[in-house]
């Protein structure tokens, strides 16, 4: 079983930047592919990014392209998620979650992701 913990979230203002981690506890995440999920208040779930595994090739939902950038460091066992440009629509409880090594499609798919985390709120000021 695999527990992710996500970090690094909070308030910031309009404009400004925030870099969430995500780490396990209990095994390693360097062989999964890995995403970001975030759900806004009152919004369904939706897709922010993934990177593959095998590739390292990241997928970003069009809402955050050009502004977030997804990472991995697997020495330290973490994922990452930069997001820049902040706007108030980013405000979002912010989970990131795993899934097999293998996938090289399919990121936006929540029910393919085998493990997530408990999440972390980012507010963003206006």
């Known amino acids: 079983q695999v527990q992710l913990v996500e970090s690094g979230g909070g308030l910031v203002e309009a404009g400004g930047s925030l870099r969430l981690s995500c780490a396990p506890s209990?095994?390693?995440?360097?062989?999964?592919?890995m995403g970001w999920f975030r759900r806004a208040p009152g919004k369904e779930r939706e897709f922010v990014a993934a990177?593959?595994?095998?590739?390292?090739?990241?997928y970003y939902a069009d809402s955050v392209k050009g502004r977030a950038t997804i990472s991995r460091d697997n020495a330290r066992n973490t994922v990452y998620l930069q997001m820049n440009s902040l706007k108030p629509e980013d405000t979002a409880v912010y989970y990131c979650?795993?899934?097999?090594?293998?996938?090289?499609?399919?990121?936006?798919?929540?029910?393919?992701?085998?493990?997530w985390g408990q999440g972390t709120q980012v507010t963003v000021s206006s």
């Open positions: 979650a795993a899934r097999g090594p293998y996938y090289e499609s399919g990121w936006t798919l929540q029910g393919s992701y085998a493990y």
């Open positions: 209990g095994r390693t995440i360097s062989r999964n592919a």
């Open positions: 990177i593959a595994w095998r590739t390292g090739n990241t």
